[in-house]
């Protein structure tokens, strides 16, 4: 919810009632304005975090620079990759066929998750507190079931 | 707070206002018990709610967040509202049902015979309303009939603004579980028919249904005595709508 984009006389009992139900409803109101602004940043905000982080991977994947591609890996993500590949996450990445994405077509934030849907790729990506990493990619949908990804986490 | 020092004029200031605050205690404890407790409840629940979030997200290899984060995510809001959407249905419907529906022996049910909505006589509404009667309960228009479903009217509405909340708060949750295991995130609507919003809709309904349920029947047959809750100890099995 944080991205997206909410003394009367006892001869009067429901009065009582009918104040803790007016607190109740400003409590939800502050509840959901809390949960929508969020601690880091807007929707649109974390949206645009999420889409400049997934075009700085397809750039590097690009430009073949294994370095950022392992710099933007989340870390389980990372671990996985060395442990399938048995060597440096540089030397793995550069064995690694991700396709080449093209154009973002449409991003979903939802907490701390995202996927990035590109012409020809789909990313996921997890927040951390160095910020939004790639947790998998080369991701091809399959029905009824998870993606199918070239790289992910354990 | 009397006593302990100042001048005579000091004291008679402070002795009534500590009288004033003991007498709003003891006259508002029920309601005071009840805010205090709740408050206390979902501290608890934000507490191990977020313990909970964080054991999920290093199991599933995601930085762990902080309490003041969790309060603003989509999970505690879900957990609150699902159970808050419940608890307003139960006192609307036990407000309406109550009107039409009879439960002999119950203190819970009014007496048999009474059912409906009643005369303005009984409910000292339009001409029969009293000079300390609230100011609506005299009129006989729309405020008039207003004012006499107000209370189920409002438990309703938050009933509804809470469920509405549950399956916003809800699509979210559902969301950010499905894309932390690389599946699609689904819309509102979606949602709205998915087994996860009723799942977590009926499994509250069912045990407020089954606790006003047990109310109404055990009330016949069990007695808590001081409780107005309860029939006097020594009423009958058969006696209706009698409040101890």
């Known amino acids: 919810m944080r991205d997206r984009q909410p003394g009367p006389a006892p001869e009067h009992p429901g009065a009582g009632i009918r104040r803790r139900g007016r607190a109740a409803a400003v409590a939800a109101a502050a509840l959901a304005v809390l949960v929508t602004v969020g601690s880091c940043g807007t929707p649109s905000e974390r949206r645009d975090q999420v889409t400049a982080q997934a075009v700085r991977f397809e750039r590097a994947l690009d430009a073949g620079r294994d370095g950022d591609l392992c710099a933007a890996l989340a870390p389980s993500t990372l671990e996985e990759v060395e442990q399938s590949a048995k060597s440096r996450c540089a030397q793995a990445m550069g064995d690694e066929d991700l396709p080449h994405a093209g154009a973002v077509r449409n991003v979903d934030v939802y907490g701390d998750q995202a996927r990035v849907v590109m012409e020809h790729d789909t990313l996921f990506l997890a927040h951390f507190p160095g910020g939004w990493k790639v947790t998998a990619a080369g991701c091809r949908p399959r029905p009824q079931q998870p993606y199918q990804c070239e790289i992910k986490g354990g | ?244």
């Open chain 2, 1 to 244: 707070m009397s006593g302990t020092g100042g001048t005579p004029a000091h004291r008679e200031d402070t002795a009534p206002a500590a009288g004033r605050v003991r007498r709003f205690l003891r006259q508002n404890s029920l309601g005071l018990f009840f805010l205090v407790t709740f408050l206390l409840a979902l501290a608890g629940q934000a507490v191990a709610g977020h313990a909970r979030f964080n054991d999920e997200l290093r199991g599933d290899g995601m930085a762990p967040i902080s309490f003041g984060a969790y309060l603003t995510t989509s999970d505690f809001a879900v957990d609150v509202t699902e159970n808050w959407q419940s608890e307003y249905l139960q006192f609307f419907l036990y407000i309406f049902a109550t009107v039409w529906l009879l439960q002999r022996g119950s203190p819970e049910s009014k007496e048999l015979g009474k059912a409906g909505p009643e005369s303005d006589e009984e409910q000292m509404t339009g001409a029969h309303a009293r000079a300390d009667s609230p100011r609506w309960a005299a009129a006989g228009d729309w405020r008039g009939l207003l004012y006499s479903r107000s209370l189920g009217l409002v438990m309703g509405a938050i009933f509804l603004l809470s469920w509405l909340a549950q399956s916003v708060t809800g699509v979210a949750a559902h969301n950010e579980e499905q894309l932390r295991g690389l599946e699609a995130p689904t819309s509102w609507a979606g949602y709205l028919s998915s087994a996860d919003f009723w799942s977590r809709t009926l499994q509250n309904w069912q045990s407020e249904l089954l606790a006003v349920a047990s109310m109404a029947v055990l009330s016949i047959y069990l007695r808590q005595r001081g409780s107005p809750e309860s029939k006097p100890v020594g009423a009958s099995h058969d006696a209706t709508g009698v409040e101890g």
